[in-house]
Every structure is written in structure tokens, then in C-alpha cells.
């Protein structure tokens, strides 16, 4: 990981030589200009010791345990870079905040204590400092760490031999201690044994130790003999095409007379003319166990006869990209085990001595505790039920034992194949995605980790590099989905037209990003209300669930980020050890604390990023905020702050900005949620891409067009008479994917008619609407785009659905108050991919109707407040994708008039 600090601090040292700082030269200074020259030659010789580093660095294999020297000399590198990028920033912070013109200079910097040469001597002597530390290192390696004990690129392969032992053992797994496998088996066979004479290819994927391979065992064993011949191979993480090519040829020699048994001499085209030979005539089966990238199977894919014998290949794997090598059909993703299962795998391991496997009662307690924290991962139940099993069997050590699981995972040598085999799984990440993934394992167990938020923040942290002409948001949402792909995250909630919405942690695997966190001095979770426990060194620091004051006592110079989580008391001494300490914060993020002010020392934080206030009761941001020209997200949501102060303008970085007043959480009223006021100098700031929210005024309407880059915008308050230069503004925002649009009162119009956003995906409208608006640009042409759709308080005369059906893509449709007449019908064909709809407060509603063919993909429907509707909608039961139906504060018992209709008791009907 220490190339991930070098990589941060070759960012800021590129930053800084990229500037303009020509200024310099014309100062009057010699004694200015001579260090400036000095500290250009001192950051030019750093960064090309660090780009040599970083490239050996990237050919080596930090964490194999017999290097102890090598990972000590690693430690001190990652030490260093850290403290290297520490200097930098401040520098990049001096000279992008000085004005260099030859009067102005000397009056307003030259006399100030500390003055900016006083600064570029400081600094000037850390990076000389820094640079012979480097070359000490460097020389240390040479006595210390040689290169021949190095493990260099694709010659490591003994990460491998974790995987190749379990995919033995799982050979010799007897057929009871298999638990929870049976419809994926009966899946597995099927596919095997299909009567379709091609030959095709099946794939089994998931996170490692999930089973996939005990499963594929289990199968395979019981089927090959339905096969000519058969082969099953593991693969390495770095493979040669060679060695899988002999490995099959010997697998199928095995069982087979007169076949070819020594390939030591043939070259890649004699063992794939060899094997094509031995298959040309048979039906078989081979397995590659274990694939790790996709280009294993394309390299050997043509040696592989398609003799319309129905032969299969098998290919198991912990990534999405691998399993998609087989047809969708064909592709089995195992999931962890349900909490049944995952009890019954633990007690036959736990407790195999015990009569029909049960748990003593008096360990239950923890027993069910620890297999709860496995997380139905049938490798760490098994493993750590083994474990379990060798103790003593009494209530106090089986709590001490619960206490001490992390430290196991850790430490017990018992546990070593659990733990490296979701090693193989971090070390074979790409290197930027594994500051992303540590990064998630700073979040408290079972946290459901927002999309939106998660980018922000490694985008604030310098994870995500620029690709091209995608933004830092798109590239990070691709490591996410990356990470996702490699099942290092789960996905725990979609949106309807199927976005991540919030993905977690598997606990197992979130152990293993907490020792790392540690190890690499990444970060740290906290849950003591000390902060002297914690090393100075500390970058990182998550403190969760704290019900009193921190003390005083610790002092964190080095601190980048701080996240406070489930904390419940006011702490203004604990900010005050932040803003005078850990002056290098990159993110701040206070969620939910219970403060009222910001101390004015926030403007010291020159580095900061990444500001979160999200329901606090901050009322006044303080005018030091315009100091704080690196920060990219002002998160101020549900706080108290309704006016940002005029220096918020100067923020140029500026990428995100949230800020909302939730007056009424029931959101039942028409002015639930007022926006803010914001300065006239905020509609120049070029990178800005999100507003939540803008209270709309005459000025504002006319310059929002200036935000080009503006990706999410809400604005509240809009009267009629602006609705016309709002239309000229927003039709200026090429790049506005979702739209929210609030009236200044109920009664007031929405006149939007000359609006038209054609890569518009989410709209949101609160207001009255003109029928015809139904029929403009926005919804004709605009509609293709549009998957979610708000109609709120629009009080429209006529039936809107005919209108809203050219919007074919739409998956979520949410009419509140929006129809005042008394039909609705919902036409054959219309809305094939809407997943939910909601539909309320309609007092003159009497009558729906669902013709058969609408709305083929509905999942979920919610009615609430339709006062005048008393029957069932007609034609409901052509509803067959349907799962749940949500009445609220119906006049009928609408819930039980469905459920005594047979015929739509395929959904589940939830009155409230």
C-alpha cells in the first residue's frame, strides 16, 4: 500500500510544478526568488525518486510473509511519502494564495508574521530533509532488502497455493457437511446434463469463500460419469497458458489408455493440437476452478472442440467479468447462507461431538452471536466453528472467545486459510481500487453505505484519477461497480430503473479491511471516548458511537480525515482539538452532531475537500469558509442554515452543494422544504454540478445559465412571472440529469412549455401545471429519457396517463393531488418498465382501470387517500409481475377487498 502514498503525494508534487507561479520571478526579493529556485529543484528531484520507487514498487509483492525486511522497508517509504505530501500541500496552499504584484507585495505580505519567505525557507529545509531520507532509504534497501528475496511481478504465484488447498479439501468434503447447496445443485446438474448437443460454457461466481467451489466439487463428482472424459484444473492468479494446457491433457490422461501422458517438451501449438486431438471424438467436462481474468478462457477458448457431443466447461470465480463468460442463462451466482443454514454448518462444526450436532444451552447465547458475525459465509462458519471446537466449553470462555474474534481473525494460525483466501481477494485488486475499499471498512458493521456519498468522499481523498472526458463522478461510480463486479461489496438496495443505491460490506470481509486499515496505517476505527490511545501518526480516524465527551488528551498532527458517526453529545472541545491540530483535514464530516455554530478556525483548513454539516443545527456558516479554497462538497443538508455567506463564491472548486431546510418531516405540507439563499458571485463557479437547493429570485432565474456543468438542481419558490427566464437557463445545462421544480405557493403555474432537456432522466414538479404542459417538449421528446417521474399538486382537469405514456422508459411514477377528475386508465402497453407507482390524495378519484398488457413490470403499488375509490381497480389481476400493494388511510377496507378476490392473491396486500 505504500505506493498508494507515493501515488497521493506524485499527485500534489505534479499539482504544484503544473502552476503558474512565474510571479515569483518578477518579485524584487533575490533572497525570495533564490529559495523558490531551490525548493523547484528540491520537489523535481523528490518526484523523480518517487516515480522510481513507485515503479519498483508496482513489480513487487509487499505482503508475503517471509520479506519481514522488505515489509519494514515498505512501512518507512509509505511513512515518509506521507509526510512528503504533507509539505507539498501546505506549499500548494502558500503560493495559490499569494498575490505577487510589486506593490501590493510588500504591503500586504512582507510584514506579516510568518511572512511568505520565512515559509518558503521552512519548507525548503523538510523537502531537503525528505530528500536525503529518501536516498537513505534507498541505500538501506540495497544492505538490507537485496531484490533476488523479491517476488517480481508475474512470477508470483504462491497466493495460489491457498486457493489450490481448498479446492483440494473441498474434494473431501463428506456429502452431510454440506449445508444449504441443494438448489443450486439441482441447478448445477440440470445445466450439465441439458440434452443441447453445443457445447457451452457455465459459470459459478461470488465472493470468496462463499462455496463455489465445494459446490462445483460435489456436482462435478457425481457427474462426470455421464461424461467421456473429464478434467479439473485450478487456476493462478498469474497463469501460463501453457501449464493449464498440460494440466488438462494430464487430468483426462488419468482416467484414459493410449493417451499422450508426457507434454514436457511440446510448445503452446503442440499441447493445443494435442488436446483438440484428445477431444475431437469424446464428450467431456472440464472445470477451471478459481479464474481470476477473463483473458485465461479467451487465450484456450479455441482449443476446446465443439463436437455437438454435449460438452461442457465449468468455470468458477469470485468476479462478475469471468462469470460473464457463459450466456446469462448459464450463470449461477452463490449467495452467502440464510441464518438457518448458516447455524446448522456452525453447530456441525462447533459442536461435532455433540449428539445430533446440538449447542449446549448455556453457550447459545455467543454461539449464535459468533455465527451471526460470519455472515453466512460458509468458509469463515466453518473455519471458525473448527476453531470454536478445540475450546473449552463454558459460557465465560465462549464470551471471552466472542470478544476476541477480531483478534483471531488476526492472529490464530487456525484461521490462516479463512484469512488468506479473502486476501487473495484484496491483493489481486487493481492499486486504485484498494484505498477505495479500505476506505468502506471506516464505516460501523452492517452500515448501508450510500453511492452518492461514497464517491464524493474518495473523490475528496484523491482516490479517483481522470479518464478521459468522464467526470470524477463517473469514474468513481465505475470503481464502485468494479468493486462490486469482484464481490468485495454487496449490493443492498437498487434503484428502480436498477442504479446502485446502497451497497455494504460483507463482515467477514469488512475484519479483514479493519486489519488492513491498521497494518497499513490507512485509518482507524474508534469507538473509546480517548483520543490518547490513538497514534499521532494517524490518518485516518471513524468514531462511532460515542455517548460522552471526548477528553482533551490526544493530539493528531496528521489527520486527513475525520468521521464522526452515532455520536449523541455536543462537542465543541473535540472540534477545537481538530481545527488546532490537524491542520492537513481533507474531509470533515460531522454528520448528526448536535452543534450549533462552526468555529471561525474552519478557515485554517486550507486543505480541506470535503465539509459535512448534514442535519446539524449550525445555523450561520462562518466567514473564514471562503478560505477554504480545495473544497469540493458543502454538505448542509437538513441543517438550520437558510443564507450563505458571500465569500461561498470564491470557493472555485466547488462541485457539490447541498442545502435544504426540512420545516415539516411528515412532508404532508406544500412548503415541506425550503431552499437557501445564495450569493449572485455563485452562478460563475465553473465545476459546480449539483444545487439542493436554490430559493429561486428574479436574479438567480436570469444567471443560472452561466452553471453549464450543473448535473442535479433543485429550485423552490418559483413564481409564474419567472418561469420563461428559468426555461432560457436550464435549456443552457447540457449535462442536468435531475430536475426538481418547486412553485412559490400551490396556486401558483408552472409555465414550462418552452423547456426541453433530452438527456433529462429524473423530473420533479411541485405546482400547478396548464393541460397542455402534458404535451411540450418535455414530455414528448424529453419523455424517451425520463425513468423517474414526480407530478405533485399539478391539479390537472384531464386524465394525464395518455400524455405520460410517451415517457416509455419511465420505472418509478409517483401523482400526488396531481388529477382532480374522476378515471384513470392505464392502456394496454403503456409504461412496460415501470416498477412502481404511487398514486394519492386524488379526493375525486372513483374509478381506475388496468387493461391487460400495462405496466408488464409493476412490482410495487402504493394507494393512500383516494377517498372516493371503494373497489378494486378493474383488471387488477393483469398486474402478474406484482409483489406488494401498500393501502394508507383508505375510507374502505381496500386491503381486504383484494385479499378476498382469489384471483389476486399473487401479491401481498400491507394496509396501514
Known sequence: MAEAAILAALKVLGEILAKEVGNLAISNISELRSTYANLEVNINNISSELRVMKGFLNEIETDHPSNMSHVAWIKEIQKLANHIEDIVVEFAYLIGNQKFDRISFYVTKLFRKPNLLVNFKRISLQLLEAEKTLKHLAEMKERWVPTTNVRIGKNLDYSNGYSHNVAVAAHFIDEDHLVGIKENRVTLTKWLNFEEPQLYVISVWGMGGVGKTALVTNVFKRERKNFDCHAWVSISQSYAIENILRKIITEISKHEQNLPMDTTNMDLRGLKESLRGILKEMKYVI??????????????????????????????????????????RNRLELKPLLEKESWDLFCRKAFHLEQNHECPHPLEKWARQIAFKCDGLPLALVSIGVMLSLFEKTESEWRRLFDQLSWHLDNNPSLGPLKNILNLSFNYLPRYLKNCFLYCGLFPEDSLLARKKLIRLWIAEGFVEQKGNSTLEEVAEGYLMELIHRSMLQVARKNYFGRVKRCQMHDTLRELAISLCRKENFGLLHENNMLENIDSSTRRLSMIKLKEKIKQDGYLPKLRTFLLVDYDVPSSPLLSIIFDKSRYLTVLDLEGLPIEMVPNAIGDLFNLHYLGLRRTKVKVLPKSIKELQNLQTLDLWCSKIQKLPDGISELKKLRHLFAEVVVDPTYSTFHSIIGISIPKGMFYLKEIQTIQALESNAIAVKELGNLTQLRSFRIRNVKENQSADLCRSLSKMNFLSHLSINASDEKEILQLEGLNLPQLQKLELYGRLKEQMLESPLFQFSGESIQSLILSWSQLQHDPLPSLSHCRNLTFLYLR????????????????????????????????????????????????????????????????????????EMLVDFGGLAKGNHQLFHFTCVVR
Open 287 to 328: 472445470v477451471l476452478d478459481d479464474m481470476w481474468d477473463p483473458k485465461v478462457f479467451l487465450d484456450i477458448r479455441d482449443t476446446f472442440v465443439d463436437n455437438h457431443r454435449a460438452s461442457r466447461i465449468v468455470i468458477t470465480s469470485r468476479m462478475a467479468e469471468v462469470a460473464n463468460l457463459a450466456p446469462e
Open 817 to 888: 393531488s396531481a388529477y382532480v377528475g374522476h378515471q384513470l386508465t392505464f392502456q394496454a402497453g403503456w409504461f412496460p418498465k415501470l416498477k412502481c407507482l404511487m398514486l394519492g390524495l386524488m379526493p375525486n378519484l372513483i374509478q381506475m382501470e388496468m387493461e391487460q398488457g400495462t405496466m408488464v413490470s409493476l412490482e410495487e403499488l402504493y394507494l393512500w387517500e383516494l377517498e372516493q375509490l371503494v373497489d378494486v381497480p378493474v383488471g387488477m389481476k393483469h398486474l402478474v409481475s406484482l409483489k406488494m400493494m401498500f393501502c394508507t
